[in-house]
């Protein structure tokens, strides 16, 4: 199957997984989850599900938990909403984690810019 059809079977995926998990899944113990992408293998046999969780570990690890218990349900609501697909890949849901490192990576940042301030670097006269 070419790359870009590939892509766009990632795409509609990810939107459809994204409004399902937002808007029909009712268990409680789904917080703030995010579809931040989809990669699909080339025999549209499987698809990697990368999802962003906001809250505690513990929140998250719920989060996850119910996701993967409604893989089955995610999977049906992709094929209705993608009839035409002959195959409906195996979902493979993994916890994005890029943004807590974008964060932590962020406060790494800060707290080097905040002790520049408290103590600046000493500039030697004789350079």
């Not at 998250?60 to 035409?84: D, N, P, W």
């Not at 406060?107 to 030697?124: G, S």
Request: hydrophobic share 40%.
């Amino acid at each position: 199957m070419a790359k870009q059809r590939l892509q766009q079977v990632a795409d509609t995926m990810q939107r459809i997984l994204g409004e399902v998990i937002q808007k029909e899944l009712k268990d409680p113990r789904v917080g703030f989850a995010t579809v931040t992408g989809v990669e699909v293998s080339a025999d549209l046999q499987h698809a990697k599900v990368r999802i962003s969780v906001m809250g505690s570990p513990e929140e998250r690890e719920a989060t996850m938990a119910v996701l993967q218990r409604a893989r089955g349900f995610l999977r049906k609501r992709i094929a209705e909403e993608m009839g035409y697909m002959r195959f409906i890949p195996e979902l493979h849901l993994i916890q994005d984690t890029s943004l807590d490192y974008t964060m932590h990576i962020d406060e790494v940042f800060r707290a080097i810019q905040q002790e520049r301030l408290v103590n600046p670097p000493k500039i030697d006269d004789e350079q």
